[in-house]
């Protein structure tokens, strides 16, 4: 069974960065797509990147060219830099897996963490 744990979140000032975290804590088989979306208060849970078992990645455009996904070496171990940070980015950030190819759509993600919170300061 896939269990996603995440870490890293915080409280950061305009400008800043801070990685974010994303590992696979059950016992799976394959290689997973994985992804990073997040939610402002109000808001519903948006994409914010991907990427796929042979590290193809995509982004958002509110964060290409300032954040970057990448896998570990770890199986189904995934981490988020995010530089540049803007108070528009503060939200909860949940990591998510499936099976097969990543889509943008949330609603193709069944498996989530519980999220980490990240809060950028003006």
């Known amino acids: 069974q896939v269990q996603l744990v995440e870490s890293g979140g915080g409280l950061v000032q305009a400008g800043a960065s801070l990685r974010l975290s994303c590992a696979d804590s059950?016992?799976?088989?394959?290689?997973?797509?994985m992804g990073w979306f997040r939610q402002a208060p109000g808001k519903e849970r948006e994409f914010v990147a991907h990427?796929?078992?042979?590290?193809?990645?995509a982004y958002a455009d509110s964060v290409k060219d300032r954040f970057t996904i990448s896998r570990g070496n770890a199986k189904n171990t995934v981490y988020l830099q995010m530089n540049s940070l803007k108070p528009e980015d503060t939200g909860i950030y949940y990591c998510?897996?499936?099976?097969?190819?990543?889509?943008?759509?949330?609603?193709?993600?069944?498996?989530w963490g519980q999220g980490t919170q990240v809060t950028v300061a003006s």
């Open positions: 998510a897996a499936r099976f097969g190819l990543a889509t943008m759509d949330a609603q193709d993600w069944r498996i």
């Open positions: 059950g016992r799976t088989y394959g290689h997973l797509a």
């Open positions: 990427i796929n078992p042979s590290s193809t990645a």
